[in-house]
């Protein structure tokens, strides 16, 4: 295998699959599955899951609530998300662990950086839920930060998109796909991968994202052991 541990970055609206809000358990079980198959192969998982199928923050204050509010409620929301998720996995035999950036102590653990590198060196899936517990961060900053706190090889960014493109594939039909780019080429060319506090964590910690379709069956195992699938950004 081509990484030890990596940190799977989930989107809470790839979750609703073809409904309008909510989750879709099917594809939440199809995500699951392949989870455990990679499991099985002996990588370390750490997963962070976004809340933008049930509610988004910085939506918030369009709806007349207040943006650090509606940040926490979206908070919350990945919580949702990550719960489904490590009630698949369990069903399916893997062992979680579900750690929160606040305190919520009758679903899951606080957030502890060595308990968390503890949890997966003893091969359990670790689960990180509530972002970063502080208003103003996404949670592909939560992504990026935990991946540089328990010295993840990289970040995998499963979405319902291949890879990158210089437009939306789904709105421009001749978009161009980026086999991999640099962190300062995409810069350049203003791609929106991640939020901008959340690139310059990885590009100054020299932390690679692979940004990748994850509603292809095999996609996840092939990206680990070394075959070319989505965009690379180094």
């Known amino acids: 295998m081509k990484y030890k541990r990596i940190l799977l970055k989930l989107s809470g609206e790839a979750l609703m699959g073809d409904k309008n809000y909510g989750i879709d358990s099917n594809l939440l079980e199809k995500y699951s599955s392949q989870i455990k198959k990679l499991h099985g192969s002996g990588i370390e998982i750490a997963i962070v ?9 910085i939506e918030a204050e369009e709806s007349g609530i207040n943006r650090v509010q509606g940040d926490y409620m979206g908070m919350l929301a990945t919580l949702i998300n ?17 750690m929160s950036g606040f305190n919520i102590d009758q679903v899951c653990e606080p957030f502890i950086r060595r308990r968390a590198i503890r949890h997966l060196e003893k091969g359990r899936i670790v689960i990180f ?106």
């Open 82 to 98: 990550s719960m489904a998720l490590q009630s698949h996995l369990e069903k399916l035999e893997c062992d979680t662990r579900l």
């Open 129 to 234: 839920g509530a972002g970063l517990g502080k208003p103003y961060f996404t949670t592909d900053s939560t992504a990026s930060l935990r991946a540089i706190e328990i010295e993840a090889d990289i970040v995998l960014k499963g979405t319902r998109v291949d890879g990158v493109y210089d437009f939306d594939p789904e709105k421009v039909k001749e978009a161009k796909k980026y086999s991999e780019l640099s962190f300062n080429e995409a810069y350049e060319k203003n791609l929106n991968i991640m939020d901008m506090t959340a690139f310059t964590l990885c590009k100054e910690n020299n932390l690679p994202i692979i940004v990748f379709d994850m509603n292809k069956p095999g996609n996840l195992i092939k990206l680990v052991e070394g075959e070319k699938i989505g965009t690379l950004i180094y």
């Open 49 to 57: 899951i976004g809340g933008g199928n049930i509610y988004r923050g």
